[in-house]
């Protein structure tokens, strides 16, 4: 079955889907985005990614013309059509079609696009018994990070060049040492006192959804967490690193920038954080 997209109120063959080449998405990445995992054909998480969404598009000051509802059932109808029930649905809404000019008028029309695809999650799982790699990279980035805007050109440079480097993920670092995140996905290490580490929010990262829910499981878990920056050195001494995403999850780490990290193995504690947050989007899926 050839896949599904939704496009401006029309949904059609995937392939044959399109904007127009006045699209401020095109023209100036001028827009924001959402991807949710897909488990068992529910969305996971989806209240978080919603609130994530209206913040991207408050901060960027695109209004949001499809109630909430209504955009629930086009994420819902997308995911359907493409009968997924495993894998990932994309949105991404621009400010819309205007004459090209930096500034933009108050009354454009934003357009709406919504993909989805199946993913086998054996590819997943694979991974995470193995373990990832990292390369760490400059954070050149501008300074709001914590919008999920659609502009990602430093990221897209630095996931490849991780990627012809044989690593998985690229970790940003910032001008004091600090890593800030991954290209797409959020940092973490495990201390020698087991203690889990992972950024603080600010203008410099993205909230991720999985981060935080990752966050309440490890408090429900009674472990100890602390919001603070760490070096590259620090992650390479570390007992245990990993990153998080919706479409990676708990993600163990075994080698940053060519160093072993703890045992060169997933650690204990990544791999117990990676099954509850599957044990939790089980149970939303089952809700469902």
Known sequence: MSRIAYV???????????????????????????????????LQDHALHMKRLRRSLRELDIPMRLTERALDVILDEVVRRNRVQEGMVYLQITRGVA???????????PSIVVTAKSVD???????????????????????????????????VLAKQKAREQGAYEAWFVDDKGFVTEGSSTNAWIVTK??????????????????????????EQHQLKIEERSFTVAEAQNATEAFISAATTLA?????????QVGDGRPGALTTSL??????????????E
């Open 274 to 287: 990676r099954q509850a947050y599957l044990d939790h989007g089980a149970k939303q899926a089952d809700r």
């Open 251 to 259: 993600m163990p780490v075994i080698a940053i920038d060519g160093v």
């Open 99 to 109: 004459p090209r000019d930096h500034a933009w008028d108050v009354d454009i029309e």
């Open 8 to 42: 401006n109120g029309s949904y059609g063959a995937h392939n044959l889907a399109a904007v127009h080449i006045e699209d401020r998405g095109f023209q100036f990445a001028d827009g924001v985005y959402e991807v949710w995992a897909v488990r068992a054909g529910a």
């Open 193 to 218: 006192d087991k203690v889990l580490v992972t950024r603080a929010l600010g203008s410099d990262i993205l909230g991720g959804v999985t981060r935080l829910t990752l966050l309440g499981i490890a």
């Open 121 to 155: 999650p054996a590819i997943g799982h694979k991974k995470a018994k193995l373990g990832v790699e990292i390369r760490t990279i400059t954070d050149i980035r501008w300074q709001r990070c914590d919008i999920k805007s659609i502009s990602l050109l430093p990221n």
